[in-house]
């Protein structure tokens, strides 16, 4: 039984903080564009209000990607004005209805 932490891409992936519901990658699509809807997804529903923290770790575990696409998410998600993120703080959803 693979470890569901460290999952390979064709296992579906158990929630680990919150973060997945079980999800497998579209093999014709770049996984941090995937992942980075995904989240955009929960913060657009509320599921992640604001000020929800974004960890990169746990990106890290739930998706199980490296730390290189979970930058490219945040990035991604950073430019979509939907977090901010503060210098040795971390990533956090914004308040857009301000």
């Known amino acids: 039984m693979p470890d569901p932490l460290y999952p390979d891409h064709r296992t579906p992936l158990m ?9 497998e990658f579209d ?11 995904e989240i ?17 770790v ?18 991604a998600l950073r430019k979509d004005g939907l977090i901010r993120t503060e210098t040795g703080m971390g990533s956090f959803v914004i308040d857009r209805t301000k």
């Open 58 to 75: 746990q990106l890290e575990r739930d998706f199980g990607v490296a730390r290189a696409t979970v930058q490219k998410v945040t990035t």
């Open 40 to 56: 955009a997804r929960k913060i657009e529903n509320g599921e992640y209000p604001p000020g929800h923290l974004i960890s990169a």
């Open 27 to 37: 093999p014709t699509r770049p996984k941090w564009k995937q992942i980075r809807d």
């Open 15 to 23: 929630v680990v903080g919150g973060y997945l519901h079980g999800m």
